[in-house]
């Protein structure tokens, strides 16, 4: 499977906590980017290899781009795509940015998967994140993209200083709104960011500190609602999965174009710069061959984090060679703990874990 990702690099406000590269538009930029990214899928999406199966507009915050400029996105896509070929289209979106002209354009896209930033569902918590929007304006995009599309995810953060549990509300917003899919991740800690410094300056408490408990709540919310929690920090409806995600997740080839957007083939990541007047002046990506321990740690990290396909230590030594008996004696160790589940030649990370998986599936990497 092939994947293509757009990297949009622009939002109208940065979010407190926020380490992604994007910037709020000067003058310009939209046009110079929206031209720059013609001329590189041109380049880069081979004429022959037209068989992607997903795409995914992410950023930043494509919605920023306003109508024109997706409908100009979309465009470069086809020219170089067969969009009837594609099985998932997903572009992100920020609520306060996307209208009801947004809404209907995208509701023709073909298998179009609308990826909405939420985080929570106060007003005062938004604003402990930084983030530039109420709950109004969630509630008023989401009624508009329910009158036209289905497949909707939301993301949420878990783990902010300060607030309640997500999962009571959660509870509530699901009925209103049947999303297909939840993502929902602890805040992180990102240096050179607002939150670094209110965190430093004691102006907040350190996110690390707060346990897993919210993760358990939402979990359970979800799971009455009909989700299965596939990957660590996803959810989903049987058969909405985010199927972008899963070939990332499952080490399958991906094309990345605009700033800072990441390309993986084989065994070469290409990194673009994540830097929007540098992109424009054409610097050259950085390319990476990935050693061998690498790949291997990245296989098993992914494969762990699925919680539902979990790690195949048959596909594993087919892949990389024959385990150490330090690496069986890890498998027996977390099996006593209960922090694992064996079946066959499959182990899988076991609930007890998931607010500690990070430091379990590193156990198993080698150096
Ligand atoms: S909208 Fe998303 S990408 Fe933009 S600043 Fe906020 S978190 Fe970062």
Known sequence: MSALYIHVPFCLSKCGY???????????????????????????????????????????NPSALGLAGIEQIIEIIGENIDLSGVSE?????????????????????????ISMGVQRLQDNELKILGRNTLMN???NALDNVFNKIKNVSCDFILGVPGCNTIATSLSSF?????????????LGVEENTPLHDAVL??????????????MFE???????????????????KPGFECKHNLNYWLAGSYLGLGPSAVSFDNSFRISNVANL????????????????????NEYIMLHLR???????????????????????????????KGYIDISGSKIKLSAKVLGFADSIISDYFSL
């Not at 939402?218 to 989903?236: C, P, R």
Request: proline share 4%; charged share 25%.
């Open 218 to 236: 939402v979990k359970k919310v979800l799971a009455d609602a009909g989700f299965t929690h596939y990957e660590i920090s996803n959810y989903a």
């Open 137 to 139: 304006s969630v509630y």
């Open 89 to 113: 289209f997903t572009i992100e979106t920020n609520p306060e940015t996307l209208s009801v002209e947004i809404i209907d354009f995208l509701a023709q896209v073909y298998n179009i998967r």
């Open 18 to 60: 926020c380490a992604f590269y994007s910037r709020v538009p000067c003058k310009d930029d939209i046009a110079l980017y929206l031209n720059q990214l013609r001329k590189e899928a041109k380049e880069r999406i081979l004429p022959g290899a037209k068989a992607y199966e997903t795409i995914f507009i992410g950023g930043g």
């Open 277 to 296: 007047q540098e992109w424009l002046n054409k610097l050259d990506p950085i390319y990476e061959k990935l050693s061998v321990t690498d790949l291997r």
């Open 201 to 214: 300056n004691k102006k907040i408490a350190d996110p690390d500190e707060i346990g897993p408990a919210e």
């Open 174 to 186: 699901l009925t209103k709104y049947p999303l297909m899919h939840v993502s929902a991740y602890f």
């Open 306 to 336: 699925l919680l539902e396909v979990g790690l195949d230590i048959a596909d594993l030594e087919r892949n990389y060679g024959i385990q150490n008996a330090e690496f069986y004696e890890t498998i027996n160790k977390h099996a006593e």
